[in-house]
């Protein structure tokens, strides 16, 4: 029986009890507020930001996008974060990746004030998840987390694998799945004998951003795929890591490109942004 997990449905579902923390904080006196800092004009970047742009207005939140030319300077950059960091009507700051070559992505990150870092890329942030006493987390991974669970699929001695290193998916989440009990294999582009290693997987994971990537063969039967990709396909169609209509044939559940990871990726963001203005109750 195969199941396909709809992260959008998931997300939706999920967006209605937001609704009601919004207006319990609305009632004493706080209106969450995040605020995006966009470098430049990348076509990816603007759909996503105006996604996030939309969710936070269903839910009533205080958004604002800041947009700066491709040109500007680290000095300018991090002078602005630092100043929303001292900015008391902001909870919220998530600055989009990734930036022009010439800025220090490493030092952008480590400006935002670990308090605000919805995106929970900060150093102290990152610390705490893999000690295990998570504080904020990555948006994508958590999504990933909360999909799961919505559906019913457990990680306790799962054995996960997870295609892909970056810093705001694979090792976030491979913090998450061993938090949450799971046997993790991290592999990567030096990996030996990828699809021996994939096809061990119960719960396998790609977030590798190449079209196709994930084949059948590379799959064990009955395994959940949870496809993080945002990619383009020869018409210019957006698509994820997994070719769908061969993998679906093997897997147990997996997730859609779009409507899949993307919304949940979303939700999770107004979900933390929700949680950390609740601290000014
Ligand atoms: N600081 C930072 N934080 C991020 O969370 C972050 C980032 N930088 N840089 C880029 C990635 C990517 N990302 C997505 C968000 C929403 C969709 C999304 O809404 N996807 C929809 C549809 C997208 C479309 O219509 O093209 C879907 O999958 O159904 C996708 C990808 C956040 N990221």
Do not use: C
């Not at 430049?40 to 603007?46: D, R, T």
């Not at 018409?235 to 994820?240: C, I, K, P, S």
């Amino acid at each position: 029986m195969f199941k396909l997990i709809s992260g959008k449905a998931i997300a939706q579902k999920r967006q209605e009890n937001l609704r009601l923390e919004v207006e319990n904080l609305n009632a004493n006196g706080v209106t969450p507020s995040l605020r995006v800092v966009l470098v430049g004009n990348s076509g990816p970047s603007e759909i996503y930001v105006r996604n996030k742009a939309r969710r936070a207005k269903e839910l009533g939140l205080d958004f604002n996008l800041i947009r700066f030319d491709e040109t500007v300077s680290e000095k300018e950059l991090i002078e602005f974060i630092d100043s929303l960091n001292h900015d008391k009507t902001v909870d919220a700051i998530l600055v989009q990746l990734p930036l022009p070559q010439h800025i220090n992505e490493e030092k952008v990150v480590q400006t935002v004030s670990p308090n605000k870092d919805v995106d929970g890329f900060s150093p102290i942030n990152f610390g705490y998840l893999w000690q295990n006493n998570p504080n904020i987390i990555p948006s994508t991974a958590g999504g990933i987390m909360t999909l799961l669970e919505e559906s019913d699929i457990t990680t306790t001695a799962k054995h996960v694998v997870i295609v892909g290193r970056s810093n705001i998916v694979g090792r976030p989440l491979g913090a998450l799945m061993l938090n949450s009990d799971a046997t993790v294999t991290m592999a990567h582009s030096k990996t030996k004998d990828l699809k021996s290693i994939t096809k061990q997987a119960d719960i396998l994971i790609s977030a590798v951003g190449k079209a196709h990537f994930i084949t059948a063969d590379m799959v064990k039967k009955g395994a959940t795929v949870i496809d993080v990709g945002m990619n383009r396909d020869e018409n210019d169609r957006l698509v994820g890591d997994v070719d769908f209509d061969d993998v679906s044939s093997v897997a147990g559940a997996m997730t859609p490109v779009p409507g899949g990871v993307g919304p949940m990726t979303i939700l999770t963001l107004m979900e933390q942004t929700i949680e950390i203005a609740k601290k000014r109750v």
